[in-house]
């Protein structure tokens, strides 16, 4: 079952500009993580924010997480044409099963 | 250079036939899951493995069976029984323990001819 939920479903943006995704869900949880996802490729791992940290940086990437209100952003800035992606967010409630939610598209314009 | 490795890259299924996706892993992970993406959808999860010969349906194991004889090997079979097969299917790998990202292969995207 799906239990993240990304808003918004696309975001086109204008190179050098910031790009903010969130995500909400519906249970409690060991950790949120984000992917990114290539057209036709697999999912790569950007980053894992743990259920008593509520803001992880890595690079251009900011991640904040706040448990009450079940929810998560991410923030890519001074985004470049290679962000141009589908963005998933991944719950762990278990740690042994992730659920995804259903991604935002972004779109970095040149 | 260590990863997961996933083929065929395309695959087609004729009615009545049973097609087998491999997904093989040098990461040492003792745990291996099978995902399928339809368009502008999330993954959802058919099959996952936690160790060696045993494994546990996910949340749309109907029309699917997989085993898991090696550790480093996760095939898929999707048998005539999925009706509606056509979907990317992603294979990922991940290590024991708490607060561990998976690592995905590249996927097979699968069609019906």
């Known amino acids: 079952s799906q239990q993240g939920e990304e808003d918004p479903q696309a975001l086109s943006i204008q190179e050098g500009e910031n790009a903010t995704m969130n995500c909400s869900y519906k249970t409690s949880i060991n950790n949120l993580q984000w992917y990114r996802q290539n057209s036709g490729r697999g999912l790569v791992h950007l980053i894992l924010?743990?259920?008593?940290?509520r803001e992880k940086h890595s690079g251009r990437l900011r991640v904040t997480l706040d448990t009450s209100k079940k929810s998560s952003s991410l923030l890519i800035t001074a985004s470049r044409a290679a962000d141009t992606a589908s963005y998933f967010c991944?719950?762990?409630?278990?740690?042994?099963?992730?659920?995804f939610g259903a991604g935002t598209t972004v779109t970095v314009r040149a | 250079d260590g990863g997961i490795t996933q083929s065929p890259k395309y695959l087609f299924r004729k009615e009545g036939q049973n097609v087998t996706l491999s997904c093989e892993q040098n990461?040492?992970?003792?745990?291996m899951y099978w995902y399928r993406q339809d368009p502008g959808q999330g993954l959802r999860l058919i099959y996952y493995?936690?160790?060696?010969?045993?494994?546990q349906k996910g949340d749309i194991a109907e029309g699917y069976s997989v085993s898991r004889e090696k550790k480093e090997s996760f095939p898929l079979t999707v048998t005539s029984a999925q009706k509606n097969p056509t979907a990317f299917y992603l294979c990922?790998?991940?290590?024991?323990?708490?607060?561990?990202?998976?690592?995905f292969g590249d996927g097979t995207r699968l069609s019906i001819l």
């Open positions: 493995s936690q160790i060696v010969n045993d494994f």
């Open positions: 990461l040492n992970h003792d745990a």
């Open positions: 991944a719950t762990d409630p278990n740690d042994y099963k992730l659920s």
């Open positions: 990922a790998s991940t290590t024991t323990g708490s607060n561990q990202p998976q690592h």
């Open positions: 924010i743990r259920s008593n940290e």
